[in-house]
């Protein structure tokens, strides 16, 4: 793979490093990201990445959790240090809560679980800022509520079928039954 695609015919797109140990992954990542419009090079281990970080300064960073072992998390700072306006995306096929949030902490703006198109690493990769809207406490459903709708998506995955959808509830069909005749209970 030619180290900088695209970099030879004078082409201004953002340059994007991708750091996996799957170098079948990673052409095939680093053709689908230049069909989107980035140039790309990739490293396959993390000193050729970090080599690659200091000589190109690259803006935008897709980086795998597990290299040979070694956990991608320990690039972050390093790379941030070789180019410090990087966006850096990291990618695993073995999510957890503490790697994603220390993904978060170390300065990765987004953390993707593997198998992920490529269009959705470039939404992560160049997206603004995320807006959460925030919760209503005064629009909390009440327990009734909640298990109504509980029942109704139960009742929608059995397409209907009031027996199975008892079975799945571990409650008696006369009850179910029962709950269904009545109308749906206020918000």
């Known amino acids: 793979m030619n180290p900088v695609t695209d970099a030879a015919d ?11 140990d799957d170098q079948a992954y990673c052409s095939a990542l680093a053709k689908a990201m230049g069909r989107r419009g980035f140039q790309t090079i990739a490293g396959h281990d993390p000193e050729s990445a970090l080599a690659l970080a200091a000589r190109h300064e690259p803006e935008y960073v897709v980086l795998d959790l597990n290299l040979e072992g070694k956990s991608g998390l320990n690039l972050i ?7 410090p306006g990087a966006r850096i995306v990291v990618l ?21 679980i593997k198998p992920v198109e490529a269009g959705d690493i470039v939404k992560a990769l160049t997206a603004d800022h995320w807006e959460i809207p925030p919760i209503a406490t005064d629009e909390r459903m ?13 009742l929608r995955e059995n397409g209907g079928n009031i027996t199975a959808t008892a079975r799945s509830l571990k ?11 009545k109308h749906a209970p206020a918000v």
Request: hydrophobic content about 40%; some cysteine.
């Open 10 to 20: 004078g082409n201004e797109s953002p340059l994007l490093l991708i750091v996996d």
């Open 77 to 83: 700072e390093p790379l941030l240090e070789c180019s």
């Open 92 to 112: 695993t096929g073995y999510a957890s809560i503490p790697t994603a949030v220390g993904a978060i902490k170390l300065g990765a703006l987004e953390y993707l």
């Open 142 to 154: 009440t327990v009734q509520r909640v298990e109504w709708e509980y029942i109704q998506r139960i």
């Open 171 to 181: 409650m008696h069909r006369r009850t179910l039954q029962r709950k269904l005749a």
